[in-house]
């Protein structure tokens, strides 16, 4: 159903029921479903598909890469030996990796594909790699059993990127990547959200948490008033690099 969506633009309901052969109760309890996944939305007498504006990693890599590389070299400064740590996927958290050689005795989990390619090399690490289908626009491995996995580990840190933040929390583009954040979030002891500038109030529909749940956030420049005051609010330990 979801195919024929994405491959129709637009279609209605009648016309998807008859196509199924389904009952009209049927198709919107599925379409609720469908919608969750982020690529169709309901429409007035119908669904259609959401038009693609997100970039893959493989595209953002190189974008702000200086600003990213600070970010990344401080957020290793958080690791001391001996510690258990999570970094989330994206292009800023894996900046960090090769700030990690000189800490002993670190397990580091992830289930990005990018984390691995770049951490493989550093036998100072022990390094575990959470299973899962592969998702070429994320270059990370997602699906909901690795995401039941996280709920019953615990991590002294966890790194995490942000498609977007905004004034009541961290949104990311896409639904399944969102709750993996969560899982990611409530796994750590301390929650370190790794930003530049520009991520800030940038539109991103899935909400991944509040700022209730964060104990650090490095960026680049001073977020807006609103999410200052956020910050502040939360006990935040804001770093500008």
């Given at each position: 159903m979801e195919l024929l969506i994405l491959e129709s633009g637009s279609i209605?309901?009648?016309?998807?029921?008859?196509?199924?052969?389904?009952?009209?109760?049927?198709?919107?309890h599925d379409i609720a479903e469908l919608s969750t996944r982020g690529k169709i939305v309901k429409v007035y007498g119908g669904v259609a598909a959401v038009k693609n504006t997100v970039t893959s990693v493989s595209e953002r890599r190189y974008q702000n890469y200086g600003i990213k590389m600070r970010i990344g070299e401080f957020a290793s400064s958080l690791v001391e030996d001996g510690k258990s740590i999570f970094v989330d996927g994206g292009t800023t958290a894996v900046c960090m990796i090769p700030f990690l050689s000189k800490v002993q005795n670190v397990s580091l989990t992830t289930h990005s594909l990018g984390v691995l390619e770049n951490v493989s090399g550093l036998t100072n690490l022990s390094i575990v790699s959470l299973g899962g289908k592969?998702?070429?626009?994320?270059?990370?491995f997602l699906d909901y059993e690795a995401i039941e996995m996280l709920r019953g580990i615990r991590f002294d840190f966890v790194f995490v990127g942000a498609s977007s933040i905004k004034p009541d929390g961290i949104y990311a583009e896409l639904y399944l990547p969102s709750i993996m954040k969560t899982a990611i979030i409530e796994s750590g002891d301390n929650v370190v959200i790794l930003s530049d500038y520009s991520k800030f109030n940038k539109p991103a529909p899935h909400k991944s948490c509040d700022f209730t749940k964060v104990d650090y956030l490095v960026t680049d420049k001073t977020p807006p008033l609103k999410i200052m005051d956020a910050i502040e609010e939360n006990n935040i330990k804001l770093f500008l690099v």
């Open positions: 209605g309901t009648r016309q998807l029921a008859e196509h199924f052969g389904i009952s009209l109760n049927t198709l919107r592969y998702d070429f626009l994320t270059r990370s």
